[in-house]
């Protein structure tokens, strides 16, 4: 009950700002800031109060929605949703700070601002899958908007791609999830969509499997986005106002990598194993096209946009590996990359205020007019490359590692994007930073204020804590992620289980990194002596 | 000379017909009342309303149901209650929405609300046949009320050429129909559906060419009344022609009695020849979509871009007679309810932005609605959304339904193509919203928010929401 009141809690507020005055500019913003700052602290209260042991869903409620077709209204949070659900409340928080200065339709932005805030969360918390593709459809709507009405000068365009190539892969989906829903009742004789009833009873031959994972791979892989869907990711971002890039690369592009987690792994596992050499070249050609791409941009919110593409190619190799080194890394990286990125949209949203352009060769030497600025751009662009100590190194050093296990050349063609991320990010950042003041409409920019600040230093913060200090964050979904890999183990594949007859997972061979990285050690033993015979 | 008595016919059940009966008392009343009335309509609305609320109470006199008329050719089952229920809903609307409107159009017939109400018995006869003369009578009755009612401005050239051109059209359809009915008959020796269907379980009697000749000829004249491809030519025009109100209650009513007597001939009589009559309806209803929504997206007036996008719903909805299972037969009910309270919330925002000789009905004098009229731009926004099918709204649990049956059939390809055609539907009807929202408003609206139609307006929200996030009681009742 208490998680379904934070998560309508943000609509409750965009219902009351409904009846508010248009007028009164100050007191909506205010009204809007104070729903959002209470569903974060809201929302800490869950995670202060979340099992760590457990890979159990947690703050559960099952109630009857619509009986006639046993779909229940089902929520919960597991460790791999926990720490999205807390971001979620927490980028709200921070974009509803950011969006102050914004000029027009103030009360509608922030109904769409608190809307959204709702329709994100429930994709997170739905245990059943009719209510999840009502949430994941929900929220595009307050996207759309928001894109369409507060965005660029092409907005109009970008927010009906951004619509159209969501709803194509959406809706694929759920013919999906209208066969599984028919096939559940015709195997089990129950009628339900329950997500945990059918992650444990779904058995499908593998050529199904293949398809069904495919539509799923499609909705999904359009909202990552993965190369070659991510052609929307661009446009949608440029002409996004601030806060809705943020939220777009924050929260929206990890409700593709949540869904792979959530549905295509634990649901498919025969097929996922089957899919995994498609899936890694896919994210590796995304993380080095993402990566060359973004060394050419011009425009600096085009150029966040394309390396979150190259970013995101890692958070999936990380699933793809099927091991809990990688599907660990790939979750830290998915929070990384929300604050990461969403700070870079920040940094580059308050620059776009001052200058109303984003071009790289406007700009040059702002690091002597905007000391504070540059040290937070610079602390932001070296936690996106992946320094050592800041987050972005937990994340992709994890994902690495798992991969590294699967296959060598992934590995190191994903390290090239290491590589080609500190290349642009910093070739970037010297171009506006440092070299000479040329154009003299740079001279007399205003530093950071203090409402700005406030957006930024909290994700600095968080950068250092998960970067020198990740075990908070890491124990979350330490529980969750060993179960989800001896699931997608190729022991524990349905026709297998179906023999032993026992409760799938339960029973199933726990695997845990220590046990992992000893397996890996004996596994090279035999080589390393036949080399030296 | 002996003479033999005619024996009268023994099943005679009044009980069963007096949903007909009622509204028939009360259609004529209002024709007769409207003689004395003078130039005040009030009376008439309020004649017409009371008898459209009898008649469903009426509906639900006989019990228990299924029940049987007249030699078994009308029923009283859960189907065709359901239905009564469907038509009279929409009937009130469209009568609601007509009051402000015919005042402002200047249209003063009082046989305006009596067609209505002729038109509803014909769409209740419809529903509730089970024999192919008494088919025939309910799409007569209701297609020379409608033929009527599109031309009922005679001052204005657009309305006479659409009552024109339904009226050739809709008569060369009704000839199919009836030569389509009269070899079923030659080859079944049958009218009634129910014989029919004992008669065709014979494997023989299928592949008698002459049946399947009639089958095709039957798809041709309901394929014309439901305005499927490529029987649909007429629907642009005359749904732009006809008075708004009008368009309205065409796009619900008549459509889903048409729909609810196609599926009991294809469906429920003719399930085992489904193999020869799947492919036709089926290439039917993806043309159908397809061009619905490919003709929409080009349109710039919006009467005529919903003529188009209820072209591409007709072809949802075949997907339920299509599908031919219970299931199949639930959704098409629930569809059609949502569609219903959809439409006419929609058509009552368009009929409040009109301006007298319909004017203002360009997608361009939409250009800034929200930032004038919030709330009419917001629930403007609620029905396109609904008829694209978005959650939360009534119309995504309505195609989700329809899916749902396809599913259960196994036509996957069929669900393919409609979801994808979901999408091209988004296009359009996200470009009403387009400009609503993001363009600045071209000039000051002049409008009038007038009562009645505001209050269908607000019925079509609520209902719309409703039915969207809380379906269960309305499924439970559609899934009887």
């Known amino acids: 009950m208490f998680l379904t009141l934070i998560t309508f809690l943000p609509l409750i507020g965009a219902l009351f700002l409904v009846f508010m005055p248009k007028e009164s500019v100050a007191a909506i913003k205010q009204t809007a800031l104070a729903v959002a700052v209470a569903d974060f602290l809201l929302s800490i209260f869950l995670w202060t ?485 | 000379m002996n003479v033999e008595p005619i024996p009268a016919p023994e099943s005679i059940d009044l009980i069963a017909l007096a949903p007909v009966i009622v509204l028939s008392f009360f259609a004529m009343m209002v024709l007769v009342v409207d003689l004395f009335g003078g130039r005040n309509k009030t009376l008439l609305v309020f004649i017409s309303l009371v008898g459209l609320l009898m008649t469903a109470i009426s509906a639900f006199a006989k019990n228990p149901i299924p029940a049987y008329s007249f030699n078994d050719s009308y029923i009283v089952d859960h189907l065709s209650l359901f239905f009564i229920c469907i038509f009279t809903i929409s009937s009130a609307l469209a009568i609601l929405l007509s009051v402000e409107y015919n005042e402002r159009e200047g249209i003063r017939a009082g046989e305006y609300y009596a067609l209505i109400l002729f038109c509803t018995i014909g769409m209740i006869l419809l529903a509730s046949s089970t024999d192919m003369i008494m088919i025939f009578l309910g799409i007569e009755i209701v297609s020379i009320s409608l033929y009527v009612l599109t031309g009922i401005r005679r001052d204005n050239h657009r309305s006479n050429e659409a009552a024109l051109k339904y009226f050739l059209l809709g008569a060369f359809a009704t000839g199919f129909l009836l030569y389509g009915m009269t070899l079923v008959y030659g080859s079944t020796g049958h009218t009634n559906l129910f014989k029919i269907a004992e008669f065709v379980q014979n494997p023989e009697a299928q592949s008698n060419p002459l049946l399947l000749m009639g089958l095709v000829l039957l798809i041709i004249g309901f394929g014309f009344k439901v305005a499927s491809v490529p029987f649909h030519m007429w629907a642009p025009d005359v749904y732009q022609g006809a008075p708004t109100p009008i368009t309205a209650f065409m796009a619900v009513g008549p459509k889903a009695a048409a729909f609810a007597a196609f599926f009991r001939v294809f469906a429920e009589t003719f399930p085992e020849m489904a193999p020869s009559w799947e492919i036709l309806l089926s290439t039917i209803a993806v043309l159908s979509m397809f061009f619905g929504n490919l003709g929409a997206i080009m349109q710039t007036n919006i009467k005529r871009m919903l003529a188009f996008s209820s072209i591409s719903h007709a072809g949802y909805i075949l997907i339920a007679v299509i599908a031919k299972n219970s299931l199949g037969g639930s959704s098409l009910l629930f569809y059609m309810l949502a569609y219903a309270f959809t439409i006419f919330g929609l058509f009552g925002i368009i009929i409040i932005l009109g301006r007298k000789g319909e004017e203002n009905l360009e997608i361009e004098n939409y250009s800034g609605l929200a930032y004038r009229h919030p709330i009419l731009a917001l629930s403007m926004t609620v029905f396109l959304l609904s008829l694209g099918g978005l959650p939360p709204f009534a119309g995504f649990i309505a195609k989700f339904y329809i899916f749902s049956a396809a599913i259960q059939q196994g036509l996957i390809t069929l669900v393919i193509f409609a979801v994808l055609n979901s999408v091209i539907s988004f296009y359009y009807y996200l470009k009403v919203v387009v400009f609503m929202y993001m363009k600045e408003p071209e000039a000051e609206f002049q409008i009038s928010l007038t009562p009645l139609t505001l209050f269908v307006v607000f019925i079509g929200v609520f209902v719309t929401i409703n039915m969207g996030i809380f379906p269960g009681s309305i499924i439970a009742l559609a899934s009887h």
């Open chain 1, 49 to 533: 109060n979340f099992d760590n042991t457990s890979h159990k869903m947690q703050f559960e409620l099952n109630v009857p929605w619509i009986e006639a077709w046993g779909i229940n209204f089902h929520v919960g949070l597991d460790g791999i949703s926990l720490l999205l659900y807390v971001m979620t409340t927490f980028l709200t928080m921070i974009c509803v700070i950011a969006s102050w200065d914004v000029k027009i339709h103030v009360r509608e932005y922030m109904i769409a601002m608190l809307t959204l805030s709702t329709g994100m969360l429930g994709v997170f918390i739905a245990l059943d899958l009719f209510m999840f593709y009502v949430f994941w459809e929900f929220q595009l709507i307050p996207m759309y908007i928001i894109i369409g009405v507060w965005g660029g000068p092409r907005r109009v365009y970008a927010s009906i791609k951004f619509f159209l190539f969501t709803a194509v892969g959406s809706l694929l989906m759920l013919v999906a999830i209208l066969w599984i829903y028919f096939h559940i009742q015709e195997t089990t004789g129950v009628a339900t969509a329950d997500i945990l009833y059918i992650t444990e009873h779904l058995s499908a031959p593998l050529g199904t499997q293949k398809w069904l994972w495919m539509a799923f791979f499609l909705a999904f892989a359009i909202k990552v986005p993965m190369f070659p869907f991510h052609t929307w990711l661009p446009d949608a971002h440029v002409e996004a106002p601030t806060a809705g890039s943020v939220i777009l690369a924050g929260v929206l592009l990890k409700m593709g990598t949540y869904g792979f987690l959530r549905f295509n792994l634990p649901f498919f596992p025969q097929a996922s194993y089957e899919f995994v050499p498609m899936i890694a070249w896919l994210s590796i050609i995304g993380i080095i096209y993402g990566a060359l791409v973004s060394m050419v941009q011009v425009d600096l919110k085009k150029l966040v946009a394309y390396s979150s593409v190259s970013h995101l190619g890692f958070v999936m190799l990380g699933i793809f590996a099927l091991n809990p080194y990688g599907i660990q890394g790939a979750l830290i990286q998915n929070i990384n990359h929300g604050i990461s990125t969403g700070a870079l949209f920040l940094l580059v949203g308050i620059i776009y205020d001052r200058r109303h352009t984003r071009l790289i060769s406007e700009f040059g030497g702002l690091a002597k007019i905007m000391p504070k600025y540059a040290i937070c751009f610079m602390i932001v662009a070296l936690s996106s490359i992946g320094l050592p100590g800041m987050n972005g190194f937990v994340g992709e050093f994890l994902i690495l590692l798992g991969v590294f296990q699967v296959n060598g050349l992934w590995a190191a063609c994903a390290t090239s994007g290491v590589i080609l991320a500190a290349c642009y990010i910093l070739w970037m950042f010297q171009r506006v930073m440092f070299l000479e003041v040329k154009n003299p409409k740079n001279m007399n920019l205003k530093d950071m204020n203090v409402r700005e600040m406030f957006t930024v230093v909290p994700l600095i913060i968080l950068i250092f804590w998960i970067g020198l200090y990740p075990k908070p964050f890491m124990d979350t979904f330490d529980a969750s992620v060993t179960h989800l890999v001896s699931k997608v183990s190729p022991d524990n594949f349905r026709p297998k289980q179906e023999h032993n007859n026992d409760q799938h997972g339960e029973h199933a061979r726990l695997i845990t990194p220590a046990e992992m990285a000893s397996l890996n050690q004996k596994l090279q033993m035999p080589k390393k002596f036949l080399i030296k015979e």
